[in-house]
């Protein structure tokens, strides 16, 4: 079984992450978490915060000489914005978990709740995510996300093939495939900005190389779609995900939504189409993961909204404090993390878990077998 906890609040001392359950036998080191961790940070938009930070995990334990011995792995992430004591907050924000949180455990001030909700602990899933993502990668699996929408304005051009999508995002500012929808959605976040507003949009994680059979049909918690929409619905601000086709299906008649089977000695089962996003029956059949998200707009506005005091009970703006004006190409990098421990939990179901050698023959196994299928 493979999880993953983390620890640490906004503005204490650090943020951890632990993953239990990772093989031994994996070759990891920081650079390669690390790099995430960079990646997270970026994004125009992005808040003062990451001006601060440095955001490099320190691996404390579970590897020896660059290799996972199947103990868990600690993660430790220092915040160099560590605030040993701030002042109470009564103000909570409309859209932040401030209120829920306060109420939930009866605090008279929401500064408890927003330090452990901020979107910071995303830091510390990126880490975790980016281990998983080493031990599919040891197996071909490849995983990469970019924008697609930013406050409404959306790409009206990909790429003809996924694989070709990070050269092209992975230098964007915004993350996105299209040059021109990226002038549309930099503008809107300017104008954002100037209004003392905040974004949203929707990204997009793909993970290819995928063999079919990870998840299963057979019981609801098992099916990997819902598992996959569970971990990246828990996401700070994402509002919806979808797979494939995603809402458009609802829209689609069966005749133009589902994706015919061929096969070929050379490639076995194969489709010319991928409407299902990869999943069919809750298990990837083989195509492309592709899941969407939609983020909603930052819940801390400059020009803040109607709240009420807390403590007084008295009608107030709510909170401002520091944030971003839009972090959907930062959410993208969180969406492939979530991704890669789900992915990475249903491949070591499948393909067993001690010893990456067991793994490997395992998983050589049964995709030789798949392939003469
Ligand atoms: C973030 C850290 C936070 C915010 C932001 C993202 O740091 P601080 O609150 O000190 O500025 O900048 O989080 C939010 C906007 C939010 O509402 O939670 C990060 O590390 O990604």
Known sequence: MLRYLTAGESHGRALVAIVEGLPAGLRVDEG??????????????????????QDRAEIISGVIRGETIGAPVALWIENRDWRRDE???????????????????????????????????????VAAGALCGRLLDEFGVRLFSHVTEIGG???????????????LAEPSAVRCVDPEAEVRMKAAVDAARARGDTLGGV???VALGLPPGLGSHVHWDRRLDGRIAAAVMSIHAVKGVEFGLGFAAARTPGSSAHDEILHDPA?????????????????????????????????TLRVPLRSVDLR???????LVVRSDVCAVPAAG?????????????????????????????????????????
């Open 32 to 53: 390669w978490i690390n790099a995430q961790m960079a990646r997270r940070m970026q994004g125009y938009g992005r808040g003062n915060r990451m001006k601060l930070e």
């Open 87 to 125: 002042p109470d907050i009564t103000r909570p924000r409309p859209g932040h978990a401030d209120l829920a949180g306060a109420l939930k455990y009866g605090f008279d001030e929401v500064r408890h709740v927003l330090e452990r909700s901020s979107a910071r602990e995303t830091a510390a899933r």
């Open 153 to 167: 304005e959306a790409i009206r051009e990909r790429p003809a093939h996924l694989e070709e999508i990070p050269a």
């Open 203 to 205: 990204f997009e994680v």
């Open 267 to 299: 490639r076995g089962f194969y489709r010319d189409t991928n409407r299902a996003g990869g999943v069919e029956g809750g298990m990837t059949n083989g195509e492309p993961l592709v899941v969407r998200a939609a983020m909603k707009p930052l819940s």
């Open 312 to 318: 007084t009970k008295e009608p107030v703006e709510a």
């Open 333 to 373: 990098v969180v969406g492939e993390a979530m991704l890669a421990f789900v992915l990475a939990e249903a491949f070591l179901e499948k393909f067993g878990g001690d010893a990456m050698e067991h793994i490997r023959q395992s998983f050589n196994r049964y995709t030789e077998e798949v392939r003469r299928c």
